[in-house]
């Protein structure tokens, strides 16, 4: 099927456009510079970026495929979770063209959408699959057994997402926002050298919470850690303390999420969302899932943050599934749960 996403939950205005699992158009516009100042993603500010941002972009991504709306099976937006006025501005636009159109919408689940992208890339997800699903704003294992709606979440991060820790212990060495991409270049430079604290990893912590995740002591633990250095006026190795950082969350990330495959007989991992970018988790899942003969899948770099063609696989992988439509009056869900793929 040919479907057209479109992408809005947070600071980036995507539009997708794909065919099966062939890419034919990403177009993304981000109001991420309008943010950083804040050191955080402005809600009102991102909504009326989105506005504006939103008939320019879609018609880009049909110039880039070469196509009309009237060419498009079906249209997918992301109806959660993320910032409840982004979302509307999204999914208004979505029914405006569904309705226009002629062409019945998809309301999806924006964390789904970071699983299923990978099928752009590296075709149909065999299931079971375990995902490990790390971005700005959450962090959790699921298994899933069937991408167009059986995803049953094994566990979470009980405080702070990893890409949250990253934009935090960014902000503390300075370096900008979105602090992500900025430590994996500070920690080429450095040495894993510092040995910052793993969360949830202690014997009893693994019986209660064997598949959860935990940042915010390692945030702290960042925190003193540098302060201690300036206090005595000593500089700060901010290379070092960043490969030691982003050590840390890779370590016990990717640890766990063998460990769920293991555990579940599963021998697929997919890993998605903005943190799977990062160039040392990329290569430690690697490292580990050879070792256990589990088959790992992540997609590129720039499929693993915002986009519209996420959101475009997954409304390509349900209209082959069958799924039956949303309505035209399908709400947006602010907290939309992972059990639930489409709104
Ligand atoms: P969610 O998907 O939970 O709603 P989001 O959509 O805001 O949150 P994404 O766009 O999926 O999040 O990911 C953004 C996050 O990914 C940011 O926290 C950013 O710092 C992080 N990130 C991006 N690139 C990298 C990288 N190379 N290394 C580590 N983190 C990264
Ligand atoms: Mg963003
Ligand atoms: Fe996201």
């Not at 158009?25 to 100042?37: G, I, K």
């Not at 920690?187 to 693994?206: C, H, K, M, S, Y």
Request: hydrophobic residues 45%; glycine residues 10%; aromatic residues 4%.
């Amino acid at each position: 099927p040919l479907v057209l996403g479109i992408e809005t939950s947070c600071d980036e205005t995507g539009v997708g456009i794909v065919r099966g699992h062939t890419l034919l158009a990403d177009e993304v516009a981000s109001s991420v510079e309008e943010h950083a100042r804040f050191g955080g993603v402005v809600p009102e500010v991102a909504s009326r970026a989105h506005f504006e941002a939103m008939v320019p972009t879609v018609q880009r991504a049909l110039d880039t495929a070469g196509i009309t709306l009237g060419d498009v099976d079906a249209i997918a937006v992301t109806a959660g979770p993320g910032l409840a006025g982004a979302l509307l501005v999204g999914v208004a636009a979505a029914k405006a063209y569904a309705l226009a159109a002629g062409k019945p919408i998809y309301g999806v689940n924006h964390l789904a959408a970071h699983v299923a992208v990978d099928t752009l890339e590296h075709g149909p997800l065999p299931e079971p699959a375990i995902a490990l699903l790390v971005s700005g704003g959450h962090s959790s294992l699921l298994r899933v057994d069937d991408l167009a709606g059986r995803v049953e979440p094994l566990g979470a991060t009980i405080d702070d997402a990893a890409g949250e820790a990253f934009d935090k212990v960014a902000r503390l060495l300075g370096l900008p926002f979105p602090g992500g991409p900025p430590i994996d270049r500070a920690a080429r430079e450095g040495q894993i050298v510092i040995p910052f604290p793993r969360g949830l990893t202690a014997a009893r912590d693994l019986v209660e919470h064997r598949f959860d995740f935990s940042f915010s002591g390692l945030k702290t633990a960042v925190a003193r850690w540098v302060e201690a250095r300036q206090r005595t006026g000593e500089p700060v190795p901010v290379n070092d303390v960043a490969a030691s950082f982003q050590e840390a969350v890779c370590d016990v990330l990717t640890a766990k999420a063998v460990d769920a495959c293991l555990a579940g007989g599963v021998r697929t991992l997919v890993i998605g969302g903005g943190v799977a970018a990062n160039s040392r988790i990329r290569a430690l899942a690697q490292e580990r899932c050879d070792k256990h003969g589990i088959t790992l899948r992540v997609p590129r770099p720039n499929l693993c943050t915002d986009n519209g063609a996420m959101v475009a696989a997954l409304g390509s992988h349900l209209v082959a599934a069958g799924t039956t439509p949303g309505r035209l009056a399908l709400p947006t869900d602010s907290a939309m749960p992972i059990t639930l793929v489409t709104a």
